[in-house]
């Protein structure tokens, strides 16, 4: 069991973990019909397109400052109860915007909830802005600019995400310049839809330190080699990428084969109700399904604090506690 064994995630999409549960009382507070994307109390979708627009619809559910702070909350307190010490969470300021209360108040909200958090029980929280790829080059050139300000401490990251069968990685280089000129983070969603050439693209134009997936890298043995050498961390998510199709289960996802290869891996739940999973299942299924052993599996969670996007002292005091 894998209950008491010490959880960090780096990938997880804030407005993808909110439980069907809390989106159906915002619906009402709102007077918001769900049926197209919620069906027995459960997100409804059919493939990537289909995710994506369940995941739109019930990101427009959170209006309100004190909506998002619920949100954050709501999701970093159910993860630290399951041994959890440390989130990051990819936040979306296109989001802020499309509600109308604009991106300082959307993070402002967020930081509210995993202050609330934090002070319940101990979770150390960052923010990754994500750029939203099928958005086009320029609105990621927005994001990016965005948290080149650096309009919260909390924000230490920046990411790409979306469609990733849109445009090419190197239509994005200008705002993963401007991301890390700012000193943030580095890390992109590549090799989950497309496959090997996209990791292989996101490594000569972006020079990530990690990469969100990267699991198609194992389509090419010399790129899982330098992913090896070069020290890249992924942030796997096995099982979004089984709910998606990415891979038929959980036995011939390629997890076992890039750790084997002296990948850097570390395990993550990207959109967890949406993907039928939660960070404990994640884990658990690395022990189960995987056949990781403990100490593999702490080895992860110290892998995933590690390659954090967090000050010196905070990576050091979370090390210690594991
Ligand atoms: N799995 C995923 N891939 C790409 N973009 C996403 N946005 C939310 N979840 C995503
Ligand atoms: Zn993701």
Known sequence: MTTSVPKAELHCHIEGATPPALALSQAARYGIDTSAFIRDGAYAWQDFTSFVQSYDATANLFRTEQDYALLAETYLTEIAQAGAVYSELIVSP???????IGADAYIAGLAEGAERAKAKT?????????????????????????????????????????????????????????????????????????????????????????????????????????????????????????????????????????????????????DPPFFHTSLAREYELAATAMGFSDADIRGMTRTAIEAAFVDEPTRQRLLAAL
């Open 122 to 270: 101990g979770i150390e929280t960052r923010f990754i802005i994500v750029g939203i790829r099928h958005f086009g080059p320029e609105r990621v050139v927005k994001a990016a600019e965005y948290a080149a300000r650096r309009p919260h401490p909390l924000i230490t990251g920046f990411n790409l995400a979306g469609e990733e069968r849109m445009h090419r990685v190197a239509d994005f280089v200008r705002a993963f310049d401007i991301a890390r000129d700012a000193g943030l983070g580095i890390t992109i969603h590549a090799g989950e839809l497309s496959g090997a050439f996209s990791v292989r693209d996101a490594l000569d134009h972006v020079r990530p330190s990690r990469i969100s997936h990267g699991v198609r890298a194992i389509e090419d043995a010399d790129l899982v080699r330098r992913l090896a050498d070069e020290g890249v961390v992924l942030e796997v998510c096995p099982g979004s990428n089984v709910a998606l199709g990415v891979f038929p289960d959980f036995e011939s996802h390629p997890l076992r084969a890039l750790h084997a290869a002296g990948v850097r891996v570390t395990l993550n739940a990207d």
């Open 94 to 100: 296109d989001q802020g915007d499309a509600v109308g």
